[in-house]
C-alpha cells in the first residue's frame, strides 16, 4: 500500500507540470491557496506567445510603467493593499445585502469586529476561514445603521479548483478570487512567490476567458484585454538589478505571470499591505515598462 501511495504521488506530480504550491499563510497552515493545478498555481514560462499579443499589450499601454498597488505606512490616510483576516469557526457569521444579489453567495460571511477592509473606493474584505479552509470575499463593503451591505460576495473551497458560474461576479469585476493573486511579505521573506499575481487595466473587452467568468466593458473591440488575460514578463528582462523585493515580484511576473482580474490603471499589480515592505523598493517596478510584457496563450491550462 505505501508503495502504491508513493506512486500516486510521482503520477499525480508528473501529468501537472509547471504546477507549484502556493505559501500558506502561516496562520491557516492547513489550507491550501488553492491546488497545484489551479491556474493561478501554473506557470506559464514556457507557453507559447498569443498572437495577438502586440495589439493587446499595446491598448494597455506601451511606456506605462508597472506599478506595485501594496506597500508599507498610508496613502491619503489608508493602508497600500488589499488587506486580509484570517478567522475560525467560532468567528460569528453575519448577513450582508447585496447589489448584485443574484450573482452573489448569500450564506453568512464571517466578518471580524475589527476587519480589515481595503481603503479606497473598492472596499474590499477578504476572509480565510482557516478551519474549513474556505474563502469569503466581499466588495463594496460598507455598514450603515447597523447592517453591511457590499455590491458582491463570492466563497471559495480553498482545496478545489471550481469557479463561478459561467457571467457571475465576484467582489472582483472577473469573477476571480483576489486573495490568490496577492503579493504578500510572508512570501517575500521566504525568497519566492510562486503564484500569478492579479493586475488591472484601464479599457478592457466585453469578454472572459479561462478562469475569469465575468466582464466589465461594453466595448467589443478586438484590440482590447479580455478579462482573465494572462500576462507575462518576457524571458530577456533582465531582473538582476532590481532590489530583492522588486526582483521576487518580477522573478514571479516571469514564471506564473500576471491575470487581469479589474478595470484600474495600466500595469497596477495587487498585494496586500505590511510594515515590513520597502516602497522604496517597491517604487523601481515602474522602470519595467508595458513593452516588457507579452501576453501568453494559456488555453493549455484549461482543463479538457
Not at 75 to 100: C, H, L, M, Q
Not at 159 to 177: C, E, I, V, Y
Not at 250 to 277: C, E, F, I, Q, T
Amino acid at each position: 500500500m505505501r508503495a502504491a501511495r508513493i506512486f500516486a504521488v510521482m503520477l499525480s506530480v508528473a501529468v501537472l507540470p509547471g504546477a507549484a504550491a502556493a505559501l500558506r499563510l502561516p496562520s491557516a497552515p492547513r489550507c491550501p491557496v488553492f491546488p497545484r493545478s489551479s491556474p493561478w498555481n501554473r506557470r506559464v514560462d514556457r507557453l507559447p506567445v498569443a498572437a495577438n499579443s502586440a495589439t493587446l499589450v499595446q491598448s494597455i499601454g506601451l511606456a506605462a510603467g508597472l506599478h506595485a498597488d501594496f506597500g508599507s505606512g498610508t496613502w491619503n490616510g489608508g493602508p497600500i493593499g488589499i488587506p486580509f483576516d484570517v478567522v475560525t469557526r467560532a468567528t460569528r457569521r453575519t448577513k450582508v445585502s447585496f447589489e448584485y444579489a443574484d450573482e452573489s453567495d448569500r450564506v453568512g460571511y464571517p466578518i471580524p469586529k475589527r476587519v480589515h477592509i481595503e481603503y479606497g473606493s473598492d472596499h474590499h474584505a477578504l476572509l480565510v476561514e482557516r478551519d474549513a479552509c474556505r474563502l469569503y470575499e466581499l466588495g463594496g463593503l460598507t455598514r450603515a445603521s447597523g447592517r453591511w451591505r457590499a455590491w458582491a460576495g463570492a466563497v471559495w473551497n480553498l482545496r478545489s479548483n471550481r469557479l463561478r458560474p459561467a457571467g457571475w461576479t465576484s467582489a472582483d469585476a472577473a469573477g476571480l478570487p483576489i486573495f490568490p493573486g496577492l503579493a504578500r511579505w510572508d512570501e517575500v521573506r521566504r525568497g519566492v512567490i510562486d503564484h500569478a499575481l492579479r493586475f488591472t487595466a484601464p479599457r478592457t473587452r466585453r469578454a472572459y476567458i479561462y478562469p475569469a467568468r465575468h466582464y466589465a466593458s461594453s466595448s467589443t473591440d478586438p484590440s482590447l484585454p479580455p478579462m482573465g488575460l494572462r500576462m507575462r514578463l518576457k524571458a530577456s528582462f533582465d531582473v538582476r538589478p532590481f532590489p530583492r523585493q522588486a526582483r521576487i515580484v518580477l522573478v514571479a511576473l516571469k514564471h506564473y505571470g500576471m491575470l487581469l482580474a479589474d478595470n484600474g490603471a495600466s500595469w497596477y499589480v495587487s498585494g496586500a499591505p505590511n510594515p515590513r515592505w520597502s516602497n522604496d523598493q517597491l517604487h523601481t517596478l515602474g522602470r519595467v515598462k508595458g513593452s516588457d510584457f507579452e501576453v501568453v496563450d494559456a488555453s493549455s491550462l484549461r482543463p479538457r
